[in-house]
């Protein structure tokens, strides 16, 4: 355990230096920052000073000229502490705002290297939380630790001066001060216990906050709200609970140094009265110290509170930068041959492959795709497909065998073979932007020319082209202002103008009605003059052009060929093709008789949905 606390504290500092190494790149606004906390710090010293003096000159000399003098240099320092302050605000807004712009970048640039498995298990509410509040505390913490330090170092000055008045004023608040400082070491101890914990349940609202949002459609038609709010409810009620817990503890810890202090400040007094009753201590003195007094006996609290804020700045900073520690959540591992260019040919030489242990999705799998080619991979639901083009986009490396790319083995490849690759899932996401912003994400030079030939090529154009802003029309968060079918045309047209060499569309055509379905297999088609092409299929009727056909079943292929080969020598393929094809037949006859009898059909891939405006 306690070789635990100490690795734990070691990671806790490392990532507290790694924060402050961003501070190197502002030195100038670093410079100005702390210039002005020690220009307060002083101010802060002789201010007390000036008006223990005005006490004393009304009080024992009675020399009210010279405490105007006091009081006015009083004023001066007090208006001289504004202006410096007002000075300081603008110096460290900048450098707070430039530091957690440039660690935010680093952390979002390197959380998308964490490995798919890893975000999925984490969940985005982690994210979202340790970008945003872990990262505000963080900021916070460092300028609150920089006023400490400064406060803490006036405070010494305290100290020092109050020794030279009256040694054993001094010795009795240097014993204040450990005690005040042994109640602080229990509350950041507590501290230290109970924050990660209330930290940890905060993601998880804030994850299932996120995806009830995402999935607000799902919500809805399935009459999930109730349970919905329910389950918030009960990870809020928990969330509470801790974080309760945890206020009362340090509240009740902060209300104990309050008494120590109440009684210590008696206790001070009385000692004053006795040593003045002795001839020990003259009454100006009395004045000066007991105008010190204050400041002197807090610091203990600016010591327990600088102790406190190292703490937290080491939770937020652990807990930030631990998405880009590879030992915590593992990240995709990339070589360093770049291929500049890449012909489209791929080979899996005995690969398998498994997310969890015992489990494998796939088991010794061995196919060649030649540059050019239009291939697919069929089956049931969970048989590998998708498994298979994850690999192939290199969003996991396999278990045991070995991919090849141009004769080059995957593992060894740089991170910039994602330029390569472009896949359109089932259910794909759009960004809340434009139309023309969102093709501007895979290719910034993007021309309305290219943006619009494209569109062609997916069947989008002409209900892009109705819409009130064209391509200015915003689409939604996840284009939740489409319907399924154009979201996916537009998705198919954004994947085209990437310009890879691969690309693979994953149940890409399954939200379109026969027509589009039909338009769009036939650009397809189109493309393997110069792409190879990559279709994961549901309905075989899609692919009954392909060059090759795979045939996967439980993880293993169990034969391939033309659609004409498997339909006469493969017999489940037969039977699914024979299946699907009825079903069809069926469908088609079904809508026949409803509109021959004058109702009108509407599909959810047929529907047209205006893009409103705001």
């Not at 355990?1 to 790694?18: P, Q, R, Y």
């Not at 600016?302 to 652990?318: M, P, R, S, T």
């Not at 960004?431 to 290719?443: A, D, G, P, S």
Request: hydrophobic share 40%; proline share 1%; aromatic share 12%.
């Amino acid at each position: 355990m306690k070789d635990f606390e100490e690795k734990k504290s070691i990671k806790g500092f490392h990532n507290l230096k790694k924060y402050l190494c961003y501070f190197k790149n502002y030195k100038w606004l670093c410079i100005g920052f702390w210039a002005s906390l020690l220009v307060t710090g002083v101010i802060g010293f002789f201010a007390p000073l000036a008006l223990g003096n005005v006490i004393s000159s009304m009080t024992v000399t009675q020399d009210f000229t010279m405490a105007v003098t006091f009081a006015l240099i009083y004023a001066g320092l007090q208006s001289a502490d504004q202006l410096v302050y007002m000075a300081r605000v603008p110096l460290f807004k900048k450098l707070e705002n430039y530091v957690k712009r440039d660690v935010k970048m680093d952390i979002i640039r390197d959380s998308f290297n964490i490995n798919i498995g890893e975000f999925e298990k984490l969940g985005n509410g982690a994210f979202i939380t340790r970008l945003t509040n872990d990262l505000n505390s963080l900021a916070n913490s460092f300028k609150s630790i920089s006023e400490t330090i400064v406060n803490f170092m006036s405070r010494i000055g305290f100290i020092v001066f109050v020794f030279i008045t009256n040694v054993w004023l001094g010795l009795f608040l240097l014993t204040f001060i450990i005690i005040r400082y042994l109640v602080y070491q229990v509350r950041i101890h507590y501290f230290a216990i109970m924050k990660p914990g209330v930290l940890k349940k905060s993601e998880y609202i804030n994850s299932m906050i996120g995806e009830s949002i995402r999935g607000i459609k799902d919500i809805k038609t399935l009459g999930l709200s109730s349970n919905i709010i329910g389950h918030v409810n009960e990870l809020q009620e928990d969330f509470m609970k801790a974080d309760n817990k945890e206020w009362y503890v340090g509240s009740a810890l902060l209300m104990l140094a309050n008494f120590v202090s109440i009684i210590c400040n008696f206790l001070f007094i009385v000692l004053c009265i006795y040593l003045i009753g002795l001839g020990r201590l003259d009454l100006t003195i009395f004045y000066s110290v007991y105008v010190y007094k204050n400041s002197v006996m807090e610091f203990a609290v600016h010591l327990g509170n600088l102790q406190d804020y190292f703490k937290e700045i080491e939770v937020n900073a652990f807990r930030v930068f631990q998405l880009a520690n590879n030992e915590t959540y593992l990240h995709d591992q990339f070589g360093n041959v770049s291929l500049p260019v890449f012909n489209g040919n791929i080979e899996f030489q005995n690969v398998s492959f498994q997310y969890e242990e015992g489990e494998k999705i796939l088991d010794d799998v061995s196919f060649k795709i030649s540059s050019n080619q239009h291939i697919a991979f069929v089956g049931e639901s969970g048989c590998g497909k998708s498994t298979i083009v994850a690999l192939i986009c290199k969003l996991y490396d396999p278990t045991d065998g070995v991919i090849l790319f141009d004769n080059t083995n995957s593992r060894t490849l740089s991170q910039d073979f994602g330029k390569h690759v472009a896949m359109v899932n089932q259910a794909p996401y759009l960004f809340n932007l434009t139309i023309r912003e969102n093709m501007q994400l895979v290719n910034s030079r993007v021309t309305d020319e290219e943006i619009f030939q494209a569109l062609k090529f997916a069947n989008a154009y002409e209900f892009v082209k109705d819409l009130p802003l064209g391509l200015d029309s915003f689409l939604g968060e996840g284009g939740t202002r489409l319907s399924g079918g154009q979201k996916q045309r537009i998705c198919i047209a954004r994947a085209l103008l990437k310009n890879s060499k691969v690309i693979i569309f994953d149940e890409a055509t399954s939200a379109l009605d026969n027509i589009s379905q039909e338009y769009v297999m036939e650009s397809i088609e189109e493309l393997k003059t110069d792409k190879t092409i990559i279709t994961i299929a549901h309905r075989l009727s899609t692919i009954e052009n392909c060059d090759v056909i795979y045939f996967i079943d439980q993880g293993k292929i169990i034969d391939y060929g033309t659609h004409e080969y498997l339909l006469k020598n493969n017999k489940k393929y037969s039977t699914l093709y024979n299946k699907q094809k009825k079903e069809d037949k069926e469908q088609a006859q079904k809508q026949e008789k409803l509109l021959s009898g004058g109702e009108a059909v509407v599909t959810n891939s047929s529907t047209v949905n205006l893009l409103h405006e705001n």
